[in-house]
């Protein structure tokens, strides 16, 4: 039934009310890694006043809320359901089985809400809002009769609702409604258990078939499809902790597995995978010293944030809640706290009185207080923090947020939702008598704030404390000078360079460039009036509107100063040239040298004249060696042999080193191209050349040569620096043409280039990878990028070298992207969520990208790497990161298949098949127990040593499983035995089959669990369960001495019972019969007295084996008697 329509408001605490005038002192300013606040904007005590649960006979109990509602239950049983939307009361629903409990709204369907009673009743009520019809109740469950329910949980996909109680159960019911098929209203679904854990149930999560179950000593997953169970993590816990799953399904996460979070003593929190593999743990101990920042509301005077820091703080995480975007909120009676997990951070926390629950949907918190209060909190960022006071007019709180978040409101990023004058508004609201520190420190900031526009910014570094701006109503943003300051005389100063600048322009001659003008800072000085007639505007650049006179004229000027000193340095290249063509031993006896004397201009006029053309010669030259390479290897006679592939190639790189390669291989590269070049002093310099010496070709070809060796001997001594990046390379990277080429021209030339370097023409000369390495950053910028990163991967994996040179070409490449400046902020979350929007991926950007990522952030960045998969391979993660940090990558690109398909993924990654042992001796080495407590002086296992957790267990059991040949397990095998990793050598034994080491291996480990489960090495006849006997006689006393001392690890106490021939003569008995096992017994002459326990177990069997045999006896003679009577 509808309510009355109260509606909760609080407009003169909030809004068109203001603060007592007081004297406020300075404000303190928050560090700059906080950017948001909690703020409390809406009043809802009238709300409660008007339920009457403000009194101190009706409480409010328990809370929940989703997009549309807010529900609250009451200790008389009544469930009010109020519309956020104007907080208007809608519903009330009553239940006589006592007080409200525990409440939850359904997600994705807001015509469904679970409620459970005191009394252990647990309703789910239909509301149909859409039928208009009245509210009922669509399924009912007393499973937890006489237990107090603590958790609530929705399954939204299946509209069923998991139920938590103290005593430890788990159930579930479902809704039967109309909504879930035809029929389905008419349809009791009857409640069932789904396990009962060891303690009380402190929360409960759902995500995609997975059931999280927080209890006081551990936490639980279960798979609700395939019923199965598992621990997250080893150690337990002794109190309330509580846990959540963390979705992965927005932004750049989409696709990724989801993760989960547990609550651990101290602080600290376990992140865990969709499977309950603990990834890593987050202590948050010493991070929490940090001060606390104010609530920002209306109810108190304003709280200053205080800059002491606080001591670290131990706390119990009672409850975690996936809260915002990708943040974890969990609170105390005193505190609220907001975690980052992704980068371990604490977003914030803040001191909130008397707590007792919080019901949280997306960016909203509502708090219920032990005297039965409610408060409305919101996250929030600074800016748009001061944009909802300042429509509420609420202006001394909203000068307090901007004094101390100055770091946050300052930015240009501020103005779209701060206008410059907003704050102009809000510092005229606060008056000089009544908040005077506030003013003042508010007027300090607006000199400092950064527009909208980011040209601006610039320009606000020199004049922004002295001037303040206003934003006109046409979107000019204006300077408001300040009488008397100093930047009237710097903007005289502007306006007269600007005049004299236009006044040089005119004046201005290409054959020569005159000194700036030094100007009289005195000439700049204007009366008042004058002042105020010319002070400097900003103009955004708005399409309607053309620029300014004086923002074109230093474009204009700008770019023909660029034109000049380009032409410049062509000049003093031309002029250097042209010394050495006119050398006299160059020249014929017939012609007369050329006077060193000569002007300047005439060199110029015939240095550029005989530029011109040569730049096209080339061209051609270039464009017909291309062609006639392309048309050779057309021919199957030259592609198909590799010697004469290799001369055509070179051939043309002769002719592609004269024209665009390196200056120092250019000035010695043959000078066959230039023969038929126009200009009568070049013929004449070949000609020359060509007589004196025998021709150019030969002479010319030495001189390459000898300038190649030396940039090889420069190569071979760069290395890497200590920190990783690369040292000072002899050969620069070039990632842009020297020359304009046309784009058909461009094509042909990548397509030979790269074929060049994939067709392996540096293997005949004495160091292969230096000749690559010289010649990808000489030529880079014709390379097919992806073709050469898989030529990197696949001939040079073992030559860093040329990775490094690959990698430093694409970070020159990739410089000028936006997501460049979003990596160099430091917030890993943000830089991926760029990466993602940049889809669909391109291979080599995305990987100098990564690199990046990786040098900014090591670990954390790389175990985000598989979502990248298969665009970056795990090949190409190798090359770049450490092998501890690729191997945290592997296990993550791995454990993100399903579990079906893990193993055939595994084996698409192992190219080539030597890839196996390495990653095995990764994983054996990385994140393992100390080899002293696995194995023995001697070389045996130590006793129970299997049962040490191993950091990279899961890919450990995979890659002993993949196929391979004899040669390969044997040296898997061997190096399992060498690091002590038994269950990996025992399985690759039983391949082997050699069962006689591994059934020695397992006595020696004394743990008889290893012989009986379904992965255990069962002995398969007599004689090994002979041997098995003597044996572990043998190592009972050995490994009596090693249990005194222990094994230190997590997974010692779940290990099985000793392997002795009392336990194995009760399993031989098991498998073929206590007469038998007997018989065995006294073969090996083993003189063994059966337990009592023992006894009982053969005697049971003997009578089970007698009766076996009767009936199977009794079974024959009845179908032998139906058979000769049917015979009959």
Not at 30 to 39: C, D, F, G, M, T
Not at 417 to 424: F, H, N, Q, S, V
Not at 597 to 611: C, F, R
Not at 885 to 899: C, G, I, M, P, R
């Amino acid at each position: 039934m509808e309510g009355s329509g109260v509606t909760a408001g609080c407009g003169p605490a909030v809004g068109r009310g203001r603060l007592s005038p007081v004297s406020m002192p300075q404000v303190p300013v928050v560090p700059e890694n906080h950017s948001h606040v909690l703020a409390e904007f809406d009043c809802l005590d009238p709300l409660l006043s008007a339920l009457r649960l403000d009194s101190g006979r009706l409480k409010c109990t328990c809370l929940g809320v989703s997009r549309k509602w807010l529900a609250l239950g009451t200790s008389a049983g009544g469930l009010h359901l109020i519309q956020k939307e104007g907080w208007k009361q809608r519903l009330i629903l009553t239940h006589k089985e006592g007080s409200i409990a525990q409440v939850a709204c359904c997600p994705h369907d807001e015509d469904f809400i679970a409620v459970a009673t005191s009394q252990g009743l647990v309703v789910v009520w239909e509301l149909q809002l859409e039928r208009r019809g009245r509210p009922e109740r669509v399924s009912v469950s007393w499973e937890h009769r006489g237990q107090a329910v603590t958790a609530l949980c929705w399954d939204a996909s299946a509209l069923r609702v998991f139920v938590g109680d103290a005593g430890g159960k788990v159930s579930f019911l479902r809704a039967g409604s109309s909504k879930m098929g035809k029929g389905s209203g008419f349809v009791i679904f009857p409640v069932q258990t789904v396990t009962t854990v060891d303690s009380r149930v402190v929360q409960l999560g759902y995500q995609d078939g997975r059931l999280l179950v927080s209890s006081l000593s551990r936490c639980y997953l279960c798979d609700t499809e395939r019923e199965k169970f598992w621990r997250v993590g080893n150690k337990e816990r002794d109190g309330e902790y509580g846990a959540c799953f963390f979705p992965q399904n927005k932004g750049l996460l989409v696709g990724q597995p989801h993760l989960l979070y547990c609550a651990r003593p101290g602080s600290r929190i376990w992140e865990a995978s969709f499977n309950g593999e603990v990834l890593s743990t987050h202590q948050f101990k010493q991070p929490l010293a940090c001060p606390p920042l104010p609530l920002i509301t209306y109810r108190d005077e304003p709280q200053h944030y205080n800059p002491v820091p606080k001591s670290p703080q131990s706390i119990a995480f009672s409850k975690l809640l996936y809260f915002g975007d990708q943040n974890l909120l969990t609170w105390t009676d005193s505190a609220i706290y907001i975690f980052t997990p992704q980068n371990g951070q604490v977003l914030l926390w803040t001191e909130v009185k008397d707590l007792v629950d919080i019901a949280v949907y997306r960016n909203e918190l509502f708090c219920l207080h032990g005297s039965g209060r409610l408060s409305h909190l919101s996250l929030l960022s600074a800016e748009r923090c001061v944009e909802r006071l300042l429509r509420r007019e609420a202006w001394p709180l909203a000068a307090m947020v901007c004094c101390m978040f100055q770091h946050a409101i300052t930015t240009s990023r501020a103005r779209k939702a701060i206008p410059m004058d907003r704050l102009e508004h809000l510092r005229s609201q606060l008056s000089s008598s009544t908040h005077p520190e506030l003013s003042g420190q508010l007027e300090e900031i607006i000199t400092k704030l950064e527009p909208l526009d980011s040209a601006s910014s610039s320009r606000r570094s020199s004049i922004s404390s002295h001037e303040s701006f206003n934003v006109l109503d046409c979107g000019i943003y204006r300077v408001i000078s300040r009488r008397g300051s100093q930047s009237d005389e710097e903007t005289s100063s502007i306006i007269n360079h600007s005049m004299s600048e236009e006044e040089r322009l005119k004046e201005f001659s290409f054959a020569q460039e005159e000194d700036p003008v030094d100007h009289d800072p005195q000439s700049g000085e204007r009366t008042e009036a004058e002042r105020s007639e010319q002070g400097m505007q900003f103009h955004l650049p708005l399409s309607f509107r053309p620029k300014p006179p004086r923002i074109a004229l230093q474009a204009v000027r700008d770019s023909v100063s660029s034109f000049v000193k380009k032409t410049t340095e062509k000049i003093n290249t031309l002029q250097m040239n042209s010394e050495l063509w006119q050398r006299p031993e160059f020249r014929d006896s017939g012609h007369s040298e050329i006077s060193a004397s000569a002007s300047y201009s005439e060199e110029m006029d015939n240095e550029v004249y005989n530029e011109m053309p040569s730049t096209e010669a080339d061209l051609q030259t270039l464009r017909a060696a291309t062609e006639r390479a392309t048309s050779q290897i057309q021919d199957p006679s030259v592609l198909l042999d590799p010697g004469r592939l290799g001369e055509t190639l070179q051939e043309w790189l002769t002719v592609l080193q004269g024209i665009l390669g390196p200056e120092e291989l250019r000035s010695t590269a043959p000078g066959d191209s230039s023969v038929n070049e126009p200009g009568e002093e070049r013929s004449d310099y070949l000609n020359s050349r060509s007589e004196q010496q025998g021709g150019p070709s030969d002479s010319i070809t030495e001189e390459k040569k000898e300038e190649f060796g030396e940039l090889v001997e420069k190569e071979d001594k760069w290395e890497m620096k200590p920190d990783g990046s690369n040292g000072s390379h002899p050969v620069p990277v070039r990632v842009e043409s020297p020359e304009a080429l046309p784009s058909d021209l461009l094509e042909g030339l990548t397509q030979l280039a790269t074929l060049y370097t994939e067709m392996s023409c540096f293997r005949k000369q004495e160091n292969e990878a230096v000749s690559c390495t010289i010649f990808l950053r000489s030529y880079f910028f014709l390379l097919d990028q992806e073709r050469v990163r898989r030529m990197c991967l696949m001939c040079y994996r073992d030559q860093p070298e040329v990775q490094r040179s690959f990698i430093e070409a694409m970070l020159d490449l990739t410089q000028s992207s936006k997501v460049v400046e979003v990596i160099q902020r430091g917030d890993l979350l943000r830089s991926l969520r760029s990466l993602r929007e940049l889809q669909p991926w391109s291979a080599p950007p995305l990987l100098a990208h990564l690199h990046r990522l990786y040098q900014k952030h090591g670990e954390a960045a790389v175990r985000s790497f598989p979502q990248f998969y298969p665009t970056i391979s795990a090949a190409d993660v190798m090359t770049m990161a450490q092998q501890d940090h690729f191997l945290a990558y592997l296990d993550n690109l791995v454990q993100s298949q399903t579990e079906e398909h893990r193993l055939s993924f595994l084996q698409c990654l192992l190219e080539p098949e030597s890839l196996r042992q390495d990653w095995l001796e990764l994983a054996l080495t990385h994140d393992a127990p100390q080899r002293c407590d696995t194995i023995s002086p001697d070389g045996h296992p130590r006793w129970h040593s299997h049962c040490f957790s191993w950091g990279y267990g899961r890919l450990l059991s995979l890659l002993i499983r993949l196929p391979a040949d004899l040669s390969s397990k044997q040296k898997m095998a061997e190096c399992c035995r060498s690091h002590g990793y038994w269950t990996g050598y025992i399985f690759l034994c039983c391949e082997l089959q050699c069962r006689e080491e591994a059934l020695t291996t397992v006595c020696q480990l004394d743990d008889i669990s290893l012989l009986e489960e379904a992965d255990g090495v069962v002995p398969q006849t007599l004689e090994e369960w002979k041997l098995l006997i003597r044996f572990s006689q043998r190592c009972s006393s050995a490994g009596d001495s090693q249990q005194g001392a222990g094994v230190n690890g997590s997974g010692s106490a779940d290990c099985g019972g000793k392997i002795d021939p009392e336990n194995l003569t009760l399993m031989l008995a098991r498998a073929a019969g206590p007469e038998r096992a007997m018989a065995v017994l006294e073969e090996c002459q083993v003189q063994l007295v059966l337990s009592p326990h023992s006894k009982l177990v053969c005697e049971l069997l003997r009578v089970t084996e007698t009766r076996q045999r009767a009936m199977i006896q009794t079974m024959l003679e009845r179908c032998d008697r139906f058979l000769w009577s049917q015979h009959a």
